[in-house]
Structures are given as C-alpha cells and as structure tokens.
Nanobody, 112 residues
C-alpha cells in the first residue's frame, strides 16, 4: 500500500527554522519525483518545492527560494523540507504528494 506520512510541524517564531519529513511506504522514494505543497486557511494550495529522480534536481516557489531546501534521504525512504527564516505567511498545512497520493499533512504555524 502506497502511503506518505508527514511529521515535524509545530509552532515557531518568525525567523526560526523547522524540518519537515515525509516518510514513504509501499514504494521506493528514490525512483520518483515528489513535492511539498501547502495550504493556508482560505487560500489555494501552493506548490512549495519538488525534487526529481534520479538526479535530485530541485525546484522552489519564488516565495520560499533561498529559505527552504528539499532533499531525499534514501536510507530512510523519506523526503525532507528544511525551512529557515520562517515568516508568518509560511503558516499552513504542509503535505507531500506523489501523483494522486498525498499525506494528511502537518501544521506549521509561524507566530510570535
């Protein structure tokens, strides 16, 4: 069964950092491109970052470029999203997705 499970969200002050993880099961993440998305209340879903296979090329939304880094951890079959210099506008539910498969998401709240 293909499954994605996110973790690592929480409450952080502006300027802080969080590292999100997405654990994959039922398939080998190394063989696929995968992305992180987010959705804030009342807003449309936004693509944040994606990473390709096999060369692990990364693309980022302009809103997070230079602050977020996506990477695959092959040994753990996970994809991570390192988020630095967080802003209140980064507040959203973050989830990873591969095609039609997505996790349930993890809440990130940036507030003082």
């Amino acid at each position: 069964q293909v499954q994605l499970v996110e973790s690592g969200g929480g409450l952080v002050q502006p300027g802080g950092s969080l590292r999100l993880s997405c654990a994959a099961s039922g398939f080998t993440l190394e063989d696929y491109a995968i992305g992180w998305f987010r959705q804030a209340p009342g807003k449309e879903r936004e693509g944040v970052a994606c990473i390709s296979s096999p060369y692990a090329s990364a693309l980022y939304a302009d809103s997070v470029k230079g602050r977020f880094t996506i990477s695959k951890v092959h040994a753990k079959n996970t994809v991570s999203l390192q988020m630095n210099s967080l802003k209140p506008e980064d507040t959203a539910v973050y989830y990873c997705a591969l095609g039609a498969t997505r996790g349930r998401g993890t809440q990130v709240t940036v507030s003082s």
